[in-house]
């Protein structure tokens, strides 16, 4: 076969793009027949082999899913991805079956690794590899130490050093703002009340009853330990209320809280959608690095968003509460919360929780009925936006009137005694976790 050239114009992955840019030759291009940079068809089997030979494995066994396996041709038109119609996988694929005499011994004997026979699967070797280091940083903090665990810390700093720059498929940030102005402006938090008398004084002293509880009485939640109190809320109230597995019954607060200053807030429901598309020829450090860090997030994502039974979690939130300590004592990220998905109930776009750390969840007190004077003069206002966080805005009370077993919680709110359409019904749908009713 007569030496081919490809120019940059052929090939659609990016990485590969740009490395015959900067190291091609200039030379007629085999297959757009221009004059400009190029490399030849040997040099980019090899990029290809390299990148097969790591991250593929031929498979011989009924084991996998059509769609994960790869001829030879497919798989390297994946790959290089040619533009137009041309034959450069074709090409690629005859130097290698040529130029690489390894052999891979199948169900019936020996074949040369890019014999037409063949099917190529991911290794998942990543996979396993952040299998692995997520087991070891759980194993670290659930069975060691909670809190000597340096090598923990240094998983940590090393997934979270560059998540500002981070973004999702759909170029959205990772770390958004929340605040005056801002999409995410309002929260809500909801609190049972064991009678009328209890909702009536939750509501009187909303600023305080549905706060964040002082510190003796906080318990330990997914996002938090035993002692340090943190406002969990939701984007909306039947996340809200949903989020306190009330029973059948029972009375339940939920209050609107104002973000009054400009804070920051980590979603990691966003982290299902990184980026991680990254040219699989990018064989550098910085960018196998950078495609483990993005399978770590995706697995922490998993495990945030994952029902816990309630005699499990003391155990199980270990992991998510030393993350959530890592963030709200790392002072580079300045980072006042994590928006996480609702275990609770089904998935739709404001049904996510919203978790403020310790410094970020104080509620303003509620001046309104308190003397702004003292004689003439007058009393400093109580609102204190360096330390205040929140304030409240109004409350509601519901009564859950029914809860379908795996399926739906109806609830009747009260509003405003007073008015018409102070009664309303409304149901909100639950995720299928096996509640008890
Ligand atoms: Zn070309």
Same mark, same amino acid.
């Given at each position: 076969?007569?030496?081919?050239?490809?120019?940059?114009?052929?090939?659609?992955?990016?990485?590969?793009?740009?490395?015959?840019?900067?190291?091609?030759?200039?030379?007629?291009?085999?297959?757009?027949?221009?004059?400009?940079?190029?490399?030849? /068809?040997?040099?980019?089997?090899?990029?290809?082999?390299?990148?097969?030979?790591?991250?593929?494995?031929?498979?011989?066994?009924?084991?996998?899913?059509?769609?994960?396996?790869?001829?030879?041709?497919?798989?390297?038109?994946?790959? *290089?991805?040619?533009?137009?119609?041309?034959?450069?996988?074709?090409?690629?694929?005859?130097?290698?079956?040529?130029?690489?005499?390894?052999?891979?011994?199948?169900?019936?004997?020996?074949?040369?690794?890019?014999?037409?026979?063949?099917?190529?699967?991911?290794?998942?070797?990543?996979?396993? &590899?952040?299998?692995?280091?997520?087991?070891?940083?759980?194993?670290?903090?659930?069975?060691?130490?909670?809190?000597?665990?340096?090598?923990?810390?240094?998983?940590?700093?090393?997934?979270?050093?560059?998540?500002?720059?981070?973004?999702?498929?759909?170029?959205?940030?990772?770390?958004?703002?929340?605040?005056?102005?801002?999409?995410?402006?309002?929260?809500?938090?909801?609190?049972?009340?064991?009678?009328? +008398?209890?909702?009536?004084?939750?509501?009187?002293?909303? +600023?305080?009853?549905?706060?964040?509880?002082?510190?003796? &009485?906080?318990?330990?939640?997914?996002?938090?330990?035993?002692?340090?109190?943190?406002?969990?809320?939701?984007?909306?109230?039947?996340?809200?209320?949903?989020?306190?597995?009330?029973?059948?019954?029972?009375?339940?607060?939920?209050?609107?809280?104002?973000?009054?200053?400009?804070?920051?807030?980590?979603?990691?429901?966003?982290?299902?959608?990184?980026?991680?598309?990254?040219?699989?020829? +990018?064989?550098?450090?910085?960018?196998?690095?950078?495609? /483990?860090?993005?399978?770590?997030?995706?697995?922490?994502?998993?495990?945030? #968003?994952?029902?816990?039974?309630?005699?499990?979690?003391?155990?199980?939130?270990?992991?998510?509460?030393?993350?959530?300590? &890592?963030?709200?004592?790392?002072?580079?990220?300045?980072?006042?919360?994590? /928006?996480?998905? #609702?275990?609770?109930?089904?998935?739709?776009?404001?049904?996510?929780?919203?978790?403020?750390?310790?410094?970020?969840?104080?509620?303003?007190?509620?001046?309104?009925?308190?003397?702004?004077?003292?004689?003439? *003069?007058?009393?400093? +206002?109580?609102?204190?936006?360096?330390?205040?966080?929140?304030?409240? *805005?109004?409350?509601?009370?519901?009564?859950?009137?029914?809860?379908?077993?795996?399926?739906?919680?109806?609830?009747? #709110?009260?509003?405003?005694?007073?008015?018409?359409?102070?009664?309303?019904?409304?149901?909100?749908?639950?995720?299928?976790?096996?509640? #008890?009713?």
């Amino acid at each position: 076969m007569d030496e081919k050239y490809v120019c940059s114009s052929c090939v659609g992955d990016k990485f590969l793009k740009g490395h015959i840019r900067k190291y091609g030759e200039k030379k007629q291009c085999s297959y757009c027949e221009r004059n400009i940079k190029t490399i030849s /068809i040997e040099t980019l089997a090899d990029l290809v082999h390299e990148v097969i030979s790591e991250e593929y494995k031929p498979y011989d066994s009924a084991f996998y899913d059509e769609d994960e396996m790869y001829s030879v041709d497919e798989l390297i038109s994946e790959l *290089v991805r040619p533009i137009g119609r041309t034959n450069i996988a074709e090409d690629v694929k005859c130097t290698l079956e040529s130029n690489i005499i390894e052999e891979w011994d199948g169900e019936n004997g020996p074949v040369n690794l890019y014999d037409d026979n063949i099917s190529y699967v991911n290794n998942d070797a990543d996979d396993k &590899y952040v299998f692995e280091l997520w087991r070891k940083f759980t194993r670290i903090i659930q069975q060691k130490s909670r809190f000597f665990a340096d090598e923990n810390i240094k998983i940590l700093d090393s997934v979270f050093r560059d998540i500002k720059r981070y973004k999702t498929n759909t170029h959205k940030n990772i770390i958004v703002s929340a605040g005056p102005g801002e999409e995410i402006e309002i929260l809500y938090r909801a609190r049972i009340a064991h009678n009328e +008398d209890e909702a009536k004084n939750m509501q009187r002293n909303a +600023d305080k009853e549905l706060a964040a509880p002082p510190s003796k &009485y906080a318990r330990a939640g997914r996002m938090n330990a035993s002692g340090i109190p943190v406002f969990y809320a939701a984007r909306n109230c039947e996340t809200a209320l949903a989020e306190v597995r009330p029973p059948v019954g029972s009375l339940v607060v939920v209050g609107e809280f104002r973000i009054i200053r400009k804070i920051h807030l980590l979603d990691i429901t966003k982290f299902s959608e990184l980026h991680d598309t990254d040219s699989k020829f +990018d064989r550098s450090e910085p960018a196998k690095k950078r495609r /483990i860090i993005v399978r770590f997030l995706k697995k922490m994502y998993r495990t945030i #968003s994952m029902p816990v039974l309630p005699s499990d979690e003391e155990r199980s939130y270990i992991p998510t509460q030393f993350i959530a300590e &890592y963030l709200a004592n790392n002072k580079g990220m300045n980072i006042d919360g994590v /928006i996480f998905k #609702s275990s609770q109930i089904k998935d739709a776009p404001d049904n996510k929780n919203v978790v403020l750390f310790h410094s970020s969840s104080k509620v303003a007190e509620n001046t309104e009925d308190k003397p702004k004077y003292i004689g003439r *003069v007058r009393l400093q +206002d109580r609102f204190d936006v360096r330390k205040d966080c929140l304030k409240f *805005v109004k409350s509601n009370v519901h009564r859950i009137t029914c809860i379908h077993v795996f399926s739906r919680m109806e609830f009747i #709110s009260i509003f405003d005694e007073s008015s018409d359409d102070a009664i309303r019904q409304l149901s909100v749908l639950l995720r299928d976790n096996g509640r #008890s009713v």
